[in-house]
């Protein structure tokens, strides 16, 4: 009965970007009335479902997309309806993603007369041309009258999402970007490296060999520099990509992290939990995602087809759910706590993984102390290979 983190994805763009890799749609009339309606139907539907029931939301998180072309009425209705079924954490972080150029005085007022109380804002660079080269929307200007924006209308915690290893971008940009963030007061930021994926324009771009990813030296420069001009600004690395303030991490991404529940709404959204059997011991986990396509998610929900809702479902033993739940939490600067995984899964960290903490210890590329192991902050692009050790 421990609280989740709920998910609402809208997929609605002005343009869709050219490494965006998320199911994401640029349709000239949105069909936000439609779309709410089934979101609200939906979730209505999974609160009945015994899994759901009766527990505590812990966050709300609307991503996308761009949730901030959406006005506030839209979303109203939704959280009065999950207010009226659910019980909110005393200390809920309620986060909207947002863009520059779709944000106005009267749009941020409202969110935040509903109870949104975090912005996260789409910046990705402060320089027009990479801006123009990652397909955006917008430019610099535009992310600054947006910040003053937010800052305008109250909101204390606000997140700024940036891009490096952008191909052409050069550590000089990085620095640029940076001197800028020393003085725009946010408290927090998640400075992604970036992954071509198929299917977007910059993996077609990279096949026909127009394009070149960073090579590894530059990468790791970048990192470092990032890593540590954020550190003197007062910002903690408390995830590979992701730095805070002091007490202003993202408790959303927080509970994919530490791998507790979650239920995603909307089209393409996830969602997980851990299963049980009937001594209350962990079995293993559940994770599934919904149809990715927008119309079809409307369609569904309208018809009361709920068993077509799904285009994937697993059910995971409890070796893979372990490994799992080490996988995300050695993304975190805390790594993971033996406590913990002890209480969650009833086994001792120690015993099942013993030769490959030694291996990787001897290696110096993990800290072990007598609570937890994390990765040596060092060693953090290693982490994927560090990971893999434990499957």
């Known amino acids: 009965m421990k609280p989740f983190a709920l998910y609402i994805h809208i997929p609605f763009c002005l343009s869709k970007c050219k490494y965006c890799d998320f199911y994401s749609v640029c349709v000239r009339n949105f069909p936000k ?6 979101l609200i139907n939906d979730f209505l539907f999974q609160s009945q479902k015994l899994i759901w029931k009766d527990r505590r939301i812990s966050s709300i998180y609307f ?9 506030p009425f839209f979303y109203n209705d939704f959280i009065n309806i999950v207010k009226e079924n ?12 947002a863009n520059p150029r779709t944000l106005t005085k009267e749009k941020l007022l409202g969110y935040k007369e509903l109870g949104i109380n975090r912005i996260s804002l789409g910046v990705q660079s402060f320089n027009n041309e990479i801006l123009k080269f990652l397909g955006r929307a917008h430019g610099v200007n535009d992310t600054f009258e947006s910040i003053g924006l937010i800052k305008d209308a109250g909101f204390k915690n606000i997140s700024l999402d940036l891009i490096y290893g952008i191909p052409s971008q050069t550590l000089n940009d990085i620095k640029h970007d940076l001197e800028i963030i020393k003085n725009l007061d946010v408290s927090h930021i998640s400075y992604y490296s970036l992954i071509i994926e198929e299917k977007t324009a910059f993996y077609k ?4 060999g127009k394009i070149k990813e960073v090579g590894d030296t530059l990468f790791v420069k970048m990192d470092n520099e990032i890593s540590n001009t954020l550190k003197d600004f007062g910002f903690t690395r408390y995830e590979i990509s992701n730095y805070s303030k002091f007490g202003f991490e993202s408790k ?20 997980g939990y851990l299963k ?46 372990m490994f799992e739940y080490i996988m995300m939490g050695l993304r975190k600067k805390n790594g993971v706590s033996f406590k913990e995984f002890e209480k969650i899964f009833h086994k001792n960290f120690l015993a099942l993984y013993s030769d490959v903490v ?20 060092d060693k953090v692009l290693l982490s994927n290979s560090i990971i893999e050790e434990f499957l």
């Open 252 to 271: 959303h991404n927080l509970a994919y992290w530490e791998s507790k529940d979650f239920l995603g709404l909307g089209a393409s959204a996830y969602s």
């Open 205 to 208: 771009l990279r096949e026909e």
């Open 358 to 377: 030694l291996k990787l210890e001897k290696e110096n590329l993990i800290n072990v102390t007598k609570d937890r192991v994390c990765i040596n902050e």
């Open 276 to 321: 049980y059997n009937n001594n209350n011991f962990p079995t293993g986990n559940v994770r599934y995602a919904n149809v990715r396509s927008y119309k079809d998610y409307i369609n569904i929900i309208n018809s009361n087809e709920i068993e077509k809702l799904y285009s994937y479902y697993e059910e995971n033993d409890l070796k893979t759910t």
């Open 63 to 71: 991503g996308g997309g761009t949730p901030s072309l959406i006005e």
């Open 86 to 97: 659910f019980k909110l954490e005393d200390n809920i972080e309620i986060t909207l993603e």
């Open 33 to 38: 009335k439609e779309y709410f309606k089934s």
